[in-house]
């Protein structure tokens, strides 16, 4: 069992940054490939960034590719988001979530892979 809780979020003005991180318990990390979703109003959940378990392989949305960047400090159980010229349409509800299924090796977009997931932390970009 994987617990998630994730920080960092707020109100920022386009343009700005922010770093999310994503604090696990239960398990060690390095096991698991990780991931970053995010759930605008109204909108379906989208991936943004996933990092495997070593962190040497990332991917990233078109969107947000350029802009963000995921990496991992598995000493301290804990994976973050650096968001940097954030825009009005970043704004939404950030997930963390885990896949423990390959172990850490391949990274996945699909958020169905991802079996523990966090409450979420609000990102609000204002124009």
């Known amino acids: 069992q994987v617990q998630l809780i994730e920080s960092g979020g707020g109100l920022v003005q386009a343009g700005g940054s922010l770093r999310l991180s994503c604090a696990a318990s239960g398990r060690a990390l390095s096991n698991y490939v990780m991931g970053w979703f995010r759930q605008a109003p109204g909108k379906e959940r989208e991936f943004v960034a996933t990092?495997?378990?070593?962190?040497?392989?990332?991917n990233y949305a078109d969107s947000v590719k350029g802009r963000f960047t995921i990496s991992r400090e598995n000493a301290k159980n804990t994976v973050y988001l650096q968001m940097n010229s954030l825009k009005p349409e970043d704004t939404a509800v950030y997930h963390c979530a885990a896949d423990g299924s390959t172990q850490g090796r391949f990274v996945s977009r699909f958020s169905g892979d991802y079996g523990y997931w966090g409450q979420g932390t609000q990102v609000t970009v204002s124009s």
């Open positions: 990092i495997s378990g070593s962190g040497r392989t990332t």
